[in-house]
């Protein structure tokens, strides 16, 4: 047998559980991950999502006892979706200063205050239309009237308490009146995470029923990115970052880890987060649910490639599966 060098032995350095862990260039941790929190009216009820099994709708009175069991699991972020009692063309319920999102705020830092909330500032499951900003008779998405919705919106959350306002709606300039209308009452402590970074995707899908969002009429195409395109995420980053935003996100995470490389290589001051989407919980669970492949492993596979890809925070669905196991 031709005997080759051992010089280039990669597999030198696998051979042992010690010696895996000392190359291993990522690694899961229960503080990279924030866990997405929906909430709706009611009392003492906690509503299955049947599209992603093991996730519910909560009332306010439940969040005290969530908030702990998170705390306790390690995980010290959620970011909060409501589901109001009414939805109009304007989405009033949204920036409704007792509205659902300010009491969810306001229980879940009673109950933990070190707890860090993050709040969802957007228009599609208090409108009408679903669509994430003001609609015109013709169903065009007007940009900046939203905008005045969106400062209330981020006013009423950083009142009850909330830490990071979270745009999700793709607007023009979201990022530049949210910074402006927080600044103007005061809340220069409340940071903006911009979901700078947001893809036309299909793997929404089981969020729009959990948060009842679903577009009633066309699609979200002339406000969120074109899949096919990279190089528009940079300018989308850019453009943000300029406008104040402390953080950017860039969702979905699985079918974009080469867009969150692209922006930790070319922008590596930027603060990244990736989420994880409804989508991709779903798909995972169900494939394990037919015991096609193994759920720990596949999620830790996909959460590791996020880290990989350059994310600093991921916004999942899986953190409290996860987080007991890490
Ligand atoms: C609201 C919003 C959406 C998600 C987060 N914020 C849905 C959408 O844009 O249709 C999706 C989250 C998920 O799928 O887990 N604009």
Redesign the pocket.
């Known amino acids: 047998m031709y005997r080759f060098s051992t010089a280039t032995r990669p597999r030198r350095l696998r051979q042992t559980p010690p010696m895996r862990s000392l190359i291993r260039e990522n690694r899961l941790h229960p503080d990279l991950l924030t866990y997405?929190v929906f909430v709706e009216p009611g009392r003492d009820t906690r509503t299955p999502i049947p599209a992603m099994p093991g996730q519910y709708r909560l009332t306010v009175d439940l969040l005290a006892r969530e908030a702990r069991q998170l705390q306790a699991l390690g995980l010290a972020r959620v970011l909060l979706f409501g589901v109001p009692e009414f939805k109009d063309a304007r989405g009033s319920a949204s920036y409704a200063r007792e509205g659902i999102i300010p009491k969810a705020v306001k229980a879940i830092k009673d109950a933990v205050p070190e707890m860090l909330i993050m709040t969802?500032v957007?228009l599609?499951s208090y409108t009408v239309s679903g669509h994430?900003g003001i609609t015109d008779a013709q169903g065009h998405v007007l940009n900046d009237p939203t905008l005045d919705i969106l400062q209330q919106i981020a006013l009423s959350h950083a009142a009850a308490g909330a830490d990071v306002v979270a745009p999700?709606?793709m607007m023009d300039n979201m990022v530049q009146a949210i910074r402006a209308a927080l600044d103007a009452e005061g809340r220069e402590k409340v940071s903006i995470l911009s979901y700078a970074v947001?893809y036309a995707s299909a793997?929404?899908g089981?969020?729009?029923e959990a948060a009842d969002?679903a577009p009633q009429f066309g699609n979200?195409s002339t406000y969120?990115m074109d899949p096919a395109n990279r190089r528009e995420a940079l300018r989308e980053v850019q453009l943000d970052l300029a406008q104040g935003a402390d953080m950017i996100m860039v969702k979905p995470a699985l079918s974009y880890l080469d867009v969150t490389w692209e922006i930790r290589s070319r922008i590596p001051e930027a603060l990244v987060f990736n989420?994880n989407?409804?989508?991709e919980y779903s798909m995972l669970k169900a494939a394990a649910a037919q015991g096609w492949l193994q759920e720990e492993h596949a999620v830790r596979e996909v959460l590791t490639s996020m880290l990989r890809a350059g994310a600093d925070q991921i916004i999942t669905y899986h953190a409290k599966d996860m987080a007991a196991r890490l």
């Open positions: 997405p969802d957007c599609c994430c999700s709606g947001k793997f929404y089981p969020f729009r969002g979200r969120q989420y989407v409804s989508g």
